[in-house]
Every structure is written in C-alpha cells, then in structure tokens.
C-alpha cells in the first residue's frame, strides 16, 4: 500500500520527512484559497530536486489545462491531482501530456458510480476525501462503510482526516483496489508543515500491518 503525504510547503520540513521516511508520493497543493499554498514558499528546484522515486504531486482544483501544463513543467511533477470539477475531456487531455492522473471525488453519504463511470478511462486513480467546507484538508472521516457501494476496478486513494493511530484500521480494509492511503491535516504542527516522527511511525506500522493483514 501506497502513502500519500500531501500538503508540503517547506524545504527543510520536506527534508526532515525524507531523512527518516519514504513516503512514495509528496504532494504540493497549487490552489491559492488553500492554506497550504505552496508556489510562494518552495522554490520550483526543490521539488525538481527530489528523489526519482518520489511521485512528486500537483494539486489543483478547477485550472485550465494549460495552466496546469505550464505549472508542472516548472515544478517537474509527473502526477496531477484534480481535486475540483474538472471535466473528463480535461482529465483525459492532461492524461496525454504524460501525467499520471488522480481524479479527487468528496464523498458525502453515497457514491454516484455512474458519474465515476465517466472518469475511469481518463484518470488512473480516483481520490476519495470528505465532503466539507474546504476543497480538502477538511480534518474529518467520512463514512467508510460506503466504499461498500463503490463498484468500478478503478484502483483509488482513500484520504480526509486520517491520523497517525489510524494505520491499523485503514490497513484493515480488505478492498484489493484501495490502493495507497493519503494524510495530510493530522499529521502537521501547523498547516503546510508535517510532523516527520508521526509519518515515520504512520508508515512504519502500515506497512506492517497491511502486511500481517494479507
């Protein structure tokens, strides 16, 4: 299982992370109503300069494709994820640039299957977060008993509110298509800045309990 740490706005934090941690995605959230804006505080090289191995991750929500475009050749990010209501000929025109593609869907008390149905050729993974106030990072679970009703192959992200003494309960979920697990609120001192013993600890006991799980 995957780990997702998104929400990073500073250098020396994201070094701190890397020192002690590999998460395999880092996301930076380019949406300027987000606290966790990141373009006025990380400089393009400092994501360009990480790791291969790392899946460096754009988020944006309702950019035009070009823009979008034009941002990730700058920050050199090959995934983008699409957290507003972004159109599958949007998602499916980014897609054929080259970036990997996560479609983000808020989930409030049912999933709509046949309007993921129209993402599922254009993306290569859908997000699942919680409905709220805030395009993300709203700091709250929804009800995952509903990935019950999700019907598609489509391997996805699950997100919103997860902490650290979650590991074991999201390792539990016996869904062969969840395929990584997304943190970002619960595991900060501030937002944009992570607590890296707590990712450390979070992803050290996933991995084992996943593992003991399968």
């Not at 020396?12 to 880092?26: A, F, G």
């Not at 070009?66 to 050199?76: D, E």
Request: charged residues 25%.
């Amino acid at each position: 299982m995957k780990l997702k740490v998104c929400g990073l706005t500073n250098a020396q934090n994201i070094r701190e992370i890397l020192k002690i941690s590999t998460p395999d995605y880092l996301g930076f959230i380019f949406y300027e109503h987000s606290s966790r804006f990141m373009p006025d505080r990380l400089k393009p090289e400092d994501v360009q300069s990480l790791p291969g191995d790392i899946q460096k991750t754009g988020v944006f929500v309702n950019s035009t494709v070009s823009h979008i475009n034009k941002v990730a050749k700058a920050y050199g990010l090959n995934v983008l994820q699409l957290h507003g209501e972004e159109s599958p000929a949007e998602c499916e025109r980014l897609q054929s640039l080259g970036f990997t593609i996560i479609k983000a869907f808020r989930i409030e008390n049912s999933f709509d299957n046949n309007q993921l149905k129209k993402y599922s050729d254009v993306c290569d993974y859908f997000l699942f977060d919680t409905a709220g106030r805030y395009k993300g990072g709203n700091g709250k679970k929804f009800n995952w008993d509903i990935l019950s009703s999700y019907s598609l192959d489509k391997p996805y992200f699950l997100s919103g509110g997860i902490k650290p003494e979650d590991a074991s309960l999201v390792a539990g979920i016996s869904d062969i298509r969840l395929f990584g697990i997304d943190v970002n609120s619960g595991f900060e001192s501030e937002p944009g800045i992570k607590v890296a013993a707590k990712i450390q600890e979070f992803n050290t006991n996933l991995k084992k309990y996943y593992h003991a799980n399968t």
